[in-house]
């Protein structure tokens, strides 16, 4: 069974910098993504990145953030840069197998101060 373990959230000012991880210990993954979800709103899609390393961005983050993922490790990373208030949310981790069954970490904070 495959298991997700985020860290790196935490607090951090507008237009601060901060690198959130993922740690995945089982499964060879397809897709490797970070959603968010804020207060009140949906869970929505922030980044992904393939296997061959094409990553794919939500336009607003465009430019700002960036995904990387190191595969012989299991690990993804999420370099957030410029944050902004809306950045608010809890971050989550998902991995998807090659077989396409997804898995989702717990969770972790990050919370943007103006």
């Known amino acids: 069974q495959v298991q997700l373990v985020e860290s790196g959230g935490g607090l951090v000012q507008v237009g601060g910098s901060l690198r959130l991880s993922c740690a995945a210990s089982?499964?060879?993954?397809?897709?490797m993504r970070w959603h968010r979800q804020a207060p009140g709103k949906q869970r929505e899609l922030v980044a992904s990145i393939t296997r061959n390393l094409t990553a794919t961005y939500k336009e607003s983050v465009k430019g700002r953030f960036t995904i990387s993922r190191d595969i012989p490790k299991n690990t993804l990373a999420l370099h957030m840069q410029n944050v902004k208030v809306e950045g608010t949310a809890i971050y989550y981790c998902r991995a998807t197998t090659l077989f396409s069954a997804s898995s989702w970490g717990q969770g972790i904070q990050v919370t943007v101060s103006s």
């Open positions: 089982g499964g060879i993954h397809k897709t």
